[in-house]
């Protein structure tokens, strides 16, 4: 099997993965709060960190170097998760994996400031084409821009900015190391956010199962990710991860009778076009 095969095969376990998360953060919509489904997700995934640190024998791997880029990179992660699961609540799941697609274009930006990269022209035109295709996508012109939308919308930012100083983190710091401070710091997070008025709720008997899977899945998801860019380039993995869309949007409608709509696949589209660009300029670049 070549790798390229393999790369397509782990990827297709991430695309699952997303999916089953954005399924499972539906049907959780209506028993808990964003903040809550963090704490018991967060809480479960330091369980699982650890259990695999220890099974794998890389729990040795886990200090406290570079903490305060932790810190940063987990208060992205954590707002955009929160956004993300606000907004696959009350808006089509189709729509917010559309505009999740426009998160590259935000980290092009963000990398200027954090990892002192250099903004081309190539860059400048990729940002202004994913633009467009973000506003095909939520056509403020309607004035119909409501709260779920802004909601994905600012959680494509806050995956950008997780995915910049995640960048930063893999220079000296192992996948262990990173999971186990983003589960660990997520779950002071959560427990804020749920317990500030002192009423956190108790999931119902019904709710453990989805909050298992999305504390496995969401694991499971970005290792799979980081197998298949480990195997392949991000020419030949981020075509594949575009399959997330049509996927997502058939299991809307038949689990939710959700509409397909062609202007949110245009929009994407557009937004894909404009991200497989950069990488395949970047690609030839390095």
Known sequence: MTPMVRAAIWMIGAIVSFTSLAVAGRYLASDLDTFEIMLYRSVMGVAIVLAAGRAAGTLGQIDTRSLSVHLARNLFHFAGQNFW???????????VFALEFSSPIWALFMAVLVLGERL???RILAAALGFSGILLITRPWTGELGI????AGLAAIGFAGSAVFTRLLTRSVSITNILFWL??????FALIGAGYDLDIAWPAAQSFPWLVLIAVGGLVAHFCLTKALALAPAAVVVPVDFLRLPIIAVTGMILFGEKLDGLVFAGAAIIFAANYMNILVESRRR
């Open 183 to 188: 589960t660990a710091m997520q779950s002071v």
């Open 148 to 151: 779920g939308v802004i909601s």
């Open 120 to 122: 081309t022209g190539v």
């Open 85 to 95: 699961y606000f907004a696959i609540a009350v808006i089509p799941l189709a729509q």
